[in-house]
C-alpha cells in the first residue's frame, strides 16, 4: 500500500470538504483523499492508497470473479473506508472498471460491498470510464490549447483519449491490458523476437480502430501531446529515470523518448521472471505484468508516431473527485464545459435519433413542473432524480426512430439501454431507460425486461414514483403545436389536481381525453385520484 495508513492529513480548514476517490480496478484498488476548498474551487490529494488484489484473476471457466479475488478486495475496501471515514470523509465515491463490469458477477459483488461496508460503487462503461480519466489528467495539466492524447493503460483495458482544454473529441475503451495479456499469453520466462512481434501484432490489432479514430479527429498540422496515466506508465517512468540517471522527486511530468521505451522493452522481453523481480523499484505483482503493460504503450507509441511521452500521476481516482466537484458546482473555470457533460449527451443522443426537441422540452418542462409539485411527498430517491426525469422526457419518444406504431416506447428502452450517456452512472442509466420505457401503455411488470434490469429496490422506488409524472407529461403533448399555455398542480395525500390554462382560441379537449385515458395507470402509481381541470386561457382572463 501506498503509506500502509501512516501518514494523517492534517485537520480540515472550515472552508473544506474531504472526499475520498475509491476505484475498483483489475490490478488493484486505489483511494485518494482530496481536500476540496470551496473558495479557491479546486482540491489537492491529501493521502493515496493502493492495494493490489488482482480482481482480474478470474474463474477461467465461468469468467466469474473469484471468491477469493472479492475477499482480498473486500480487506482493501474496508480499510480504504476506515481509513476515509477516520480522515473526516465527508463524503466517498467509487468506481468499478473492467473486471467488475465483464464479470457475470459482478454486479452482485458490488452488491456485497454496499451491504458489508455501505459503500455505494457505480460501474461504468469503457467511454465513461476514458472522461473521468481526462477529468484527472485535466486537473493536473495545462493543456496550453493544444490537443492531448491522453494513454492510460490498466489490467483489463486501455484507454485511448484525445481531447483539448475544452472538451474530449474521441474516447476509447479497449479490451487489451496487462493482466488480461499476462493471463491471456503468459510472460513467464524470456521471449524471442518471434514472440515480441506476434504480441506486438496482436496488441497493434486491439489498438487500431481507436487510433484510426483519433486521426480522423485530428485536424491538418495538429500534433498533440502524448500523456501516459496509471500503473504501467508510472512503473516504465520508473524504469526509465534510473536508466538515464534521472533523479526527480516525482515521475509526474518527466517526458522519456519512444526510444528509450524501445530500448527498455527490448531488455525487459530477455529477462525470465525472477530477473524482473530483482530490478528496482518494481513490486514482485507489477514485475509479473511489466512486460505485456511495456509492448502495450510501446506498439501505442509507434501506431500513434508519438516520439514522445509525458507522465501524469492523476487518472481516474483524481478524475472521480472532479466529476463530484462538478455535481456540486465547485469547480475551476477551465472545467466549466464539462459541468453540463449530462445536459449534452442526452441532447445528442436525442439529435442522434431524430427527436422532435421542441415538443420533448415541453414534455420535459411539464414533467418538471409535475416534480417540483410532488417533491415533499417523494420518499428520497436519487439526488438526480430531477434531472432523471428530465433526461427521460428528452428521450421518451427517440423509439420512433424505429418505429412510430405501437411499441416505440420499447424501442425507446433498447435505445436508450444501450446507448452512451456520459456523466451517467450505470445505475442512473438503468433508471433513465425504465422511466421511458413506462411513459405508456402498461406499467412496471415483473417480467419486464425493463424491470428485471432495475437492480435493487432503491431503482425501483425511483421508476414507481417518476413514471407517473412522465406518463402525465407525454399526455398533455398530443399534437405538433403548442395548446397549453400554463400548468398548475396540486397535491394532497389523497389527490392530485391538475390545472390546464390553455392558450388562447386553443381546445385542450384531447388532452383531457389522453389523460382520461391512462387515468387508471396513473392513479396506481401515484397512489392518489387524479382530477383535471380546465381554467379559462389567461389572456382572455386578463381582457375579461
Sequence with gaps: MANNGTVKAPPPAPQEIRVAAIDIGTNSIHMVLAAVDQQLRSFSVLITEKASVRLGERDPETGDLTREAMERAMVALSHHRQLAD????????GTATSAVREAGNGREFLALVEEKLGLQVDLVDGREEARLIYLGVLSAMDFAGKPHLILDIGGGSTELILADSYDTRSLSSLRVGAVRLAQDFGFHGPSTPERVQFLKTFIQGMLEPAVVKVQQRL???ESPVLVCTSGTAMAMGSLLALRLGITAQSLNG???????????MGELV??????????????????????????????????????????????????????????????VDRFSYQSNIRQRTILHQAHKYGVDRERAERVACHALILFDACRPH???????????????????????????????????????????????????????????RYHRRSPPRKRHEAWLSLKDAGQQCCVQQLSPLLRIAVALDRRPQAVIERLDVALTAKAMTIQ????????????????NNCRAEIEAGLGRKLWVEVAEALTTAASG
Design 378 to 436: 417523494l420518499d428520497p430517491v436519487t439526488t438526480e432524480a430531477r434531472e432523471l426525469l428530465w433526461g427521460a422526457a428528452m428521450l421518451h419518444a427517440c423509439g420512433r426512430h424505429i418505429s412510430s406504431v405501437g411499441g416505440y416506447h420499447k424501442h425507446s428502452w433498447y435505445l436508450v439501454r444501450h446507448c452512451t450517456l456520459l456523466g451517467y452512472s450505470e445505475a442512473e442509466h438503468l433508471i433513465l431507460a425504465a422511466l421511458v
Design 219 to 221: 485536424t491538418v498540422g
Design 86 to 93: 477516520s480522515h473526516g470523509a465527508q463524503a466517498v465515491v
Design 500 to 515: 390546464i390554462t390553455p392558450f388562447p382560441g386553443a381546445n385542450v379537449s384531447l388532452e383531457c381525453w389522453s389523460l
Design 254 to 264: 518527466l517526458c522519456f523518448g519512444l526510444g528509450h521505451v524501445q530500448a527498455l
Design 270 to 331: 530477455r529477462l525470465d521472471g525472477e530477473q524482473r523481480r530483482q530490478l528496482p523499484g518494481l513490486s514482485e505483482r507489477r514485475a509479473n505484468i511489466i512486460v505485456p503493460g511495456g509492448l502495450i504503450l510501446e506498439t501505442a507509441m509507434e501506431l500513434l508516431n508519438a516520439q514522445e511521452m509525458v507522465l501524469c500521476k492523476r487518472a481516474l481516482r483524481e478524475g472521480l473527485i472532479v466529476n463530484w466537484m462538478l455535481r456540486h458546482n465547485l469547480i
